[in-house]
């Protein structure tokens, strides 16, 4: 993607534009017909001469026939009428067979001057556009308005990025004429190919993905009670992310932003940790942040409104984009260096842009501004520090002692906790200000199956990044991560300081009091002393229920409370835990609503009454217990928690530990997502349920996917009120006989060994019965096969010795696994026919000497992250090579080798020192994109032709597209992997 922007009106910038196209072919999705893209486009100034006249241009896609007549009575409403309906040229026959089948008639309708002013036309033609759009959803009618203005006209399609020409006629016309293109060609993995997914959309181009999408369509829903009824519904529910972000980009512009001052508010540069942005630059931002969350993830975008034309790279800066500019002129940006045709003795000037850079050209004068002077021209407009400093209140950290807690121990019981929850999380936690360091698999059954009551947080899945959107370091990208939150109440968000002639609306101006106040706080997660300034206007609503009182009753209760209530409200579980004497916790105490549900249902239904905007979240929470409790919480919505209960448990000298081991592992688990601000990760609603039931999901979480369904509110207050009085050692850290099952618990361990070791099929039968329980563990032990009616004879089944040939014994690496395991493990393999993968640690080349005629080392070897072990001598041997983007026991999270594990040998094969911590990032560190996997297939092809190429994914909701898209980057096969 990018654009070229020429200094004169002409063909120049449409044919260099068409260029560009095709030589960025190979960074799109290609389907297997050879023709059918994944989508490609361009946008252009209208180009009056080829179309006889000073129109406006609505370019419509439609079905059914019927889009033409839709579209003319939504335009007669805002006072425009279409003088004429132009077929615009096109050739079917360079279509792949697929783009043909979904091919729609293509119109161009034309829209005479009414001596409207530029931006009141601009802003008749986007309601117009929008009615329509409206007015085909209520009719029925298949339609698609690929733009609609007096400055722009898009072309795109279902095509390769070489065939956009060859379809479109027009752009073939040397009168087609146009000071500006921006072109792209789509590689898509979060939807399915279509016409109306191509870009360019209506005012950008978007290569990379908004990891945070969720929440901004949730939070820009939220914000649609400014708007009048008419330009409600502002994110198409149909659309890609790319298509949301232009959708709100749009809005902001016809509502009176400038477009660049509108794309750095929606996606800012990491300002918040740096000390080289000027200051008025670091104001706008500082104020901006009011208004928005950013929309967050790996984004080169390239945007035009027709007069200024720009790119632009998300705070990350993880895609390419290079520019150049010429003597005369012309100034080009693309993803790739090279695409736009320049002679070299004209170029007087190219570089790259870097993380939060941008770089625009006024079509109009031809002047050109780099990230400073772009920034700084938008800063520029309004003394936004002032504005910023009349919201904003800054609540700095000091130390306030914690209120103290009667009886921890039963607090710890009503809450859930158990002894673990205590021993080896809290304390730890406490003690080194880290998380504390597992081995990664999970023996225990999943949540919903168990035979221990798990807090509702055990049912709550994290989502993870991964291909495209990737993973990021949190480590080596901290520098661009950012916890900071704002609180309060908010209004006016998508209404501009004020008009074209730079003066401030009424309501900011200095003199005019304001009554919204916002909280500048440094992390969600609130000590005594930051929740004391918070309560100090916050409405507590009691997230506690009587004995007589349904758990579905108290949320509906919670709901209708917190609708009443404005600004800041506070949801708090915080009561005494004493019961009646000998009747247990349902013998009168208050039971504490589990604060997820809790969150979850107040935040939903603030969503849908159109009151989150004006009032705010926070949760005291005594059933929080580790990081993963507190990012469900934020996740859901609330804007930040404290956790009484942990924080008592800890005690007043080590309570600064504890927030910073959950701080620092709250950026992991954003980054687990690829998401880089906590305001972004607020709401966004990144979860998977597993064993909660459409009750809970309806009312509490209702953005959440739960694919098999579970407990209902019902079961859930079953297993509150059934709770024991003393702490309960629940056993899931550690085996204990009174506990939760183990899969590897010690009996079932002996019994192995000693099958093992004797080759006994009756030691092999107790091995399977002690590492399974009686009752179903796992999802997968749910399933019952059918037996067939009809037996088929043995002389038409494979023998065993062929199907094992495809088992594949799981990659584990050289460091998991003792030298001696890992290679008797392939050796095993091998003389079976079947195969071994290496896992990500390398081989030792001494395994690569055959011996006894058989191989000692995996046939599969794998590349990982760290790239640990990978030699050119480690790549020739395999016959597959799998490059491991994720694993099922700890998605988007790298890997940890502990130092006491890296001995001689293993510090020689990572070529490491022995002793040394060896830590796998979450991301390979040269893909961040789908295009960069593709390129990494080729080049393992290259060195090794003769191995197969895999790529290991993890399953989770809309992996199938994201299948798609590898296998378009020509895998050989796709390994979709997890566990439950």
């Avoid at 005494?576 to 979850?600: Q, T």
């Avoid at 687990?672 to 906590?678: N, R």
């Avoid at 594949?808 to 095993?828: W, Y």
């Amino acid at each position: 993607m990018g654009f070229v922007s020429t200094p004169e009106a002409g063909h120049e910038a449409v044919a260099l534009g068409v260029g560009a196209l095709a030589r960025l072919a190979h960074r799109g999705g290609l389907d297997a017909d050879g023709k059918s893209g994944d989508g490609a486009g361009l946008l252009i100034q209208v180009p009056h001469r080829l179309l006889g006249g000073d129109f406006a241009v609505t370019a419509l896609f439609e079905w059914e026939g019927r889009g033409r007549q839709v579209f003319e009575s939504a335009a007669a409403t805002v006072g425009i009428q279409v003088a004429d309906w132009r077929s615009v040229p096109v050739d079917p026959e360079t279509l792949g067979g697929r783009a043909r089948e979904t091919m729609p008639g293509i119109w161009h309708g034309l829209i005479a001057n009414t001596s409207l002013e530029p931006d009141e036309w601009e802003r008749r033609l986007y309601l117009a556009r929008r009615r329509a759009e409206k007015l085909a959803a209520s009719e029925g009618v298949r339609m698609y308005v690929s733009s609609c203005s007096s400055r722009t006209l898009v072309y795109k399609g279902l095509m390769a990025g070489t065939r956009l020409a060859d379809f479109y006629l027009d752009l073939r016309d040397p009168s087609c004429e146009s000071r500006l293109a921006v072109f792209h060609q789509r590689y898509s993995t979060n939807t399915m190919p279509d016409w109306r997914l191509a870009q360019p959309f209506r005012m950008l181009a978007h290569n990379g993905e908004i990891n945070t999408i969720t929440g901004n369509r949730a939070w820009m829903r939220a914000r649609e009670a400014e708007l009048e009824s008419e330009l409600q519904g502002v994110i198409w529910p149909e659309g890609s992310d790319s298509a949301s972000l232009d959708n709100a980009l749009e809005l902001l512009v016809h509502r009176g932003w400038e477009v660049s001052e509108a794309l750095m508010s929606l996606v800012p540069d990491a300002w918040e940790g740096r000390g080289d942005i000027a200051r008025p630059v670091r104001d706008f931002y500082r104020y901006q942040s009011i208004r928005f969350e950013p929309w967050d993830g790996p984004a080169a975008l390239a945007f035009s409104d027709g007069i200024v034309v720009g790119a632009a790279l998300d705070r990350n800066g993880l895609r390419p984009l290079r520019w150049q500019r010429t003597r005369n002129g012309m100034v080009a940006a693309a993803s790739e260096a090279g695409v736009v045709t320049m002679a070299p003795e004209d170029v007087i000037e190219r570089g790259r842009l870097g993380p939060g850079q941008m770089l625009l050209v006024d079509t109009r004068d031809g002047l050109v501004l780099r990230d400073a002077e772009a920034k700084e021209r938008a800063a520029a407009r309004h003394d936004y520090g002032m504005l910023a400093d009349r919201v904003l209140v800054p609540v700095e950290r000091h130390h306030v002692d914690l209120d103290p807690l009667e009886d921890i121990a039963a607090q710890h019981a009503l809450h859930g906790w158990g002894t673990e929850d205590v021993k080896f999380v809290v304390d730890v936690m406490a003690e080194t200000g880290a998380e504390p360091v597992y081995s990664m698999g999970d023996d225990i059954p999943i949540a919903p199956l168990g035979r221990t009551p798990r807090r509702i947080y055990g049912y709550l899945r994290q989502r993870f990044a991964q291909v495209t959107n990737p993973a990021i370091d949190p480590l080596r990208e901290k520098a661009v991560m950012s916890l900071r939150v704002l609180l309060g109440a908010r209004d006016g968000t998508l209404e501009p300081e004020g008009g074209a002639d730079r003066e401030l609306l009424r309501r900011h101006h200095p003199a005019v009091p304001t009554d919204h106040k916002l909280l500048e706080l440094e992390s969600p997660l609130l000590g005594p002393a930051e929740l004391a300034r918070v309560l100090e206007e916050a409405t507590v609503i009691d997230a506690t229920y009587a004995p007589d009182e349904s758990l579905r009753e108290a949320l509906l209760r919670l709901r209708r409370e917190a609708g009443e209530a404005s600004g800041v409200i506070a949801l708090s579980d915080r009561r005494s835990p004493a019961p009646l004497a000998g009747e247990g916790w349902a013998g009168g105490s208050r039971l504490p609503i589990p604060m997820a549900l809790a969150v979850g249902a107040v935040h939903s239904h603030l969503l849908a009454t159109g009151r989150r905007m004006t009032t705010d979240i926070v949760a005291i929470a005594g059933d929080v217990v580790d990081v993963h409790d507190v990012a469900c919480l934020i996740t859901i919505g609330a804007t930040a928690v404290h956790p009484y209960l942990a924080l008592a448990t800890v005690g007043d000298e080590a309570a600064p530990r504890y927030r910073k081991a959950v701080e620092t592992g709250l950026l992991k688990v954003m980054a687990k997502m690829g998401i880089s601000c906590v305001t972004s990760y607020r709401g966004a609603e990144v979860l998977e349920a597993l064993g909660l039931g459409a009750e809970v999901m309806e009312m509490c979480f209702p953005a959440v996917p739960s694919r098999v369904g579970g407990a209902d509110l019902e079961d859930i207050e079953r297993v509150s009120r059934g709770r024991p009085q003393p702490l309960a050692d629940h056993g899931r850290v550690r085996f204990r006989k009174a506990g939760e099952h183990h899969a590897y618990n010690p009996l079932a361990v002996r019994a192995a060994q000693k099958a093992a070791q004797t080759g006994d099929a009756e030691a092999y039968r107790e091995w399977r019965r002690l590492s399974v329980m009686e009752a179903p563990q796992s999802l997968r032990e749910l399933l019952r096969l059918r037996e067939c009616t009809q037996p088929v004879h043995l002389d038409e089944v494979e023998p065993a010795s062929e199907v094992v040939k495809r088992f594949v014994s799981t990659a584990m690496s050289l460091g998991a696994l003792s030298p001696e395991a890992h290679e008797a493990l392939a050796i095993a393999m091998n003389q079976v026919g079947a195969r071994s993968n290496s896992g990500e640690g390398g081989e030792d080349p001494d395994t690569y000497e055959d011996r006894d005629g058989v191989r000692h080392d995996n046939k599969v070897k794998q590349v990982a992250s760290a790239r640990f072990g990978v030699t050119p001598r480690y790549l020739k041997r395999a016959d597959e090579l799998e490059i491991k983007i994720a694993q099922g026991s700890k998605p988007g999270e790298g890997g940890q080798l502990p130092g006491l594990k890296v001995t001689s040998l293993i510090a020689r094969l990572r070529h490491a020192q022995p002793g040394m911590q060896l830590i796998s990032p979450p991301p390979h560190h040269d893909i961040y994109s789908i295009e960069d996997l593709a390129q990494l297939i080729h080049d393992l092809k290259t060195v090794n032709p003769l191995a197969r190429i895999g790529v290991k994914l993890v399953s989770e909701a809309g992996v199938g597209t994201i299948a798609a898209g590898v296998a378009k980057a020509h895998a050989d096969y796709i390994l979709v992997s997890g566990h439950d």
